[in-house]
């Protein structure tokens, strides 16, 4: 069974910064995107980010654009999510997760529903 493993995520004050991994090497299944998720209590899973090993497109949820960036290390199978400028409606448990789907241009790795692996989460809070 792939095992994702997240950490980095802590207690923050808004406007402070986080840095999430995202660690892959338990995944032995070929994957094509890494994306990140967010979920609130009372709230659906939503899409934060996501990266495409096929074109190297990655997308961003309007939410945390110009906040967040995704970036990968292939050599070390991480996937990390610098998180700059939070807010306290960032607040919420942090997912990882990899696909076997193969999608050009990237977009639909944004969503939950089109990712197979998944971490356990670590959790955020944003809190003054």
């Known amino acids: 069974q792939a095992q994702l493993v997240e950490s980095g995520g802590g207690k923050v004050q808004p406007g402070g910064s986080l840095t999430l991994s995202c660690g892959l090497a338990?995944?032995?299944?070929?994957?094509?995107?890494v994306g990140w998720f967010r979920q609130a209590p009372g709230k659906d899973r939503e899409g934060v980010s996501c990266?495409?090993?096929?074109?190297?497109?990655?997308f961003y949820a309007d939410s945390v654009k110009g906040r967040f960036t995704i970036s990968r290390d292939d050599a070390k199978k991480t996937v990390s999510l610098q998180m700059n400028n939070l807010k306290p409606e960032d607040t919420a448990v942090y997912y990882c997760?990899?696909?076997?789907?193969?999608?050009?241009?990237?977009?639909?790795?944004?969503?939950?529903?089109?990712?197979?692996?998944w971490g356990q989460g670590t959790q955020v809070t944003v809190s003054s």
């Open positions: 990266t495409s090993y096929i074109d190297n497109n990655t």
């Open positions: 997760a990899a696909s076997r789907r193969y999608y050009t241009g990237g977009y639909y790795y944004i969503f939950p529903g089109e990712h197979d692996f």
């Open positions: 338990g995944v032995t299944a070929k994957y094509y995107a």
